[in-house]
């Protein structure tokens, strides 16, 4: 089993910045791709963004050019962070840590809520 803690979001003003990160624990090794999905009211959840094991990300065209998705590895968690930019109130929405297993196992943290205002 995985767990997931995230922390930041909270209130911004548009064209301001956020870091969120998530903390990884647990069976770690199973770990292979770690990443960020969002869902904003009255849709479904999104990739935001993810990372892989070996350093390879992929980024939502919204959030191309104003996010930057990194990962650290250490003996007993993994962490994984989104620094976001110039945020615009459609980035608004529950944020989502998910950890995907080399198998088929996924994992989900409870979310943090990130509102821009305008």
């Known amino acids: 089993q995985v767990q997931l803690v995230e922390f930041g979001g909270g209130l911004i003003q548009a064209g301001g910045s956020l870091r969120l990160s998530c903390v990884a624990s647990g069976s770690i090794f199973s770990i292979n791709a770690m990443g960020w999905y969002r869902q904003a009211p009255g849709k479904q959840r999104e990739l935001v963004a993810s990372i892989s094991r070996g350093g390879s990300t992929n980024y939502a065209d919204s959030l191309k050019g104003r996010s930057t998705i990194s990962r650290e590895n250490a003996k007993d968690t993994q962490t994984v962070h989104l620094e976001m930019n110039d945020l615009k109130p459609e980035d608004t929405g529950v944020y989502y840590c998910?950890?995907?297993?080399?198998?088929?196992?996924?994992?989900w943290g409870h979310g943090t809520q990130v509102t821009v205002s305008s």
């Open positions: 998910n950890a995907k297993s080399w198998g088929a196992n996924e994992y």
